[in-house]
């Protein structure tokens, strides 16, 4: 059985920073895609990081610079540190693995979703 499981979520003003933490379960991290996507009221699902197997990074332009993602093999987890926060940021940020999460995530696994909100 396949479990992520994100946690760090929370209430930041602009300009802080936040690190959000992935614990997987029944899927080894190391050899899949996994990233973070995040969903707001309104707007479009949003990959904002990705992390492919032999280690290269993705970001997305709206965090690229202001988002860092990484992770630890040892532990199978993953993380992501988000600095220079903006309202926009504002979001529910979901765990994501599978063999290629890159086209909306649909076929990999999801964790239940950490709420981040930005304060101006």
């Known amino acids: 059985q396949v479990q992520l499981v994100e946690s760090g979520g929370g209430l930041v003003q602009a300009g802080g920073s936040l690190r959000l933490s992935c614990a997987a379960s029944?899927?080894?991290?190391?050899?899949?895609?996994v990233g973070w996507y995040r969903q707001a009221p309104g707007k479009q699902r949003e990959l904002v990081a990705k992390i492919g197997r032999a280690g290269s990074t993705t970001y997305s332009d709206s965090v690229k610079g202001r988002f860092r993602i990484f992770r630890d093999n040892a532990k199978n987890t993953v993380s992501l540190q988000m600095n220079g926060l903006i309202p926009e940021d504002t979001a529910v940020y979901y765990c994501v693995s599978g063999v290629d999460i890159s086209v909306g995530g649909v076929s990999g696994y999801w964790g239940q979703g950490t709420q981040v909100t930005v304060s101006s």
């Open positions: 029944g899927i080894r991290i190391s050899i899949n895609d």
